[in-house]
C-alpha cells in the first residue's frame, strides 16, 4: 500500500469514526485547546484563511513568539500592552494568514480597528 493509499485511508477512518462518535471528537478538541490553546487558534485563523480562499501559511509558534519580541509583546496600534494578534489587512478585505500580515494588539485597539481596511495608526 502506498503512502497517498494509507492517508487517505486515515482520513475516510477519522471522518466515519467522527460521525459514528462524536462526543468522543468534542472531548478531544476541548482537551487539546485547554492544553494549548495558541496553537488551537492559529489552527482555526488558518482555517478560516483557507474557506474564505485567502493565502494561508504556516505560522509556527516559534515564529509569532520572535514576532512578538521584535514588537516587544506592545500594540503596534497604540503602543500599550499586547494580548492578541491582529491582521493588519484583513481577511474580509484580502489580506492574508501569514507572518507578515500579523502583529501583536492590544483588544481595544484590535475590536475598534475590527476588519477596517486601509487602517491610518494612532488612535483620536
Known sequence: MRTHDRSEYKREWARA?????PEKW???????YQRNPEARKAIDHRRRAKKIGRL???VT????RLKWLYWAGLCWMCG???IEWDHVKPLTKG???CLANLRPACRSCNAHKGNRWPWATGRK
Do not use: I, V
Open 95 to 97: 489580506g492574508s494568514h
Open 80 to 82: 500599550n500592552a499586547a
Open 56 to 58: 494561508a501559511a504556516t
Open 26 to 32: 468534542r472531548e478531544r478538541s476541548r482537551r487539546d
Open 17 to 21: 469514526d467522527r460521525a459514528a462518535n
Open 61 to 64: 509558534a516559534d515564529m509569532l
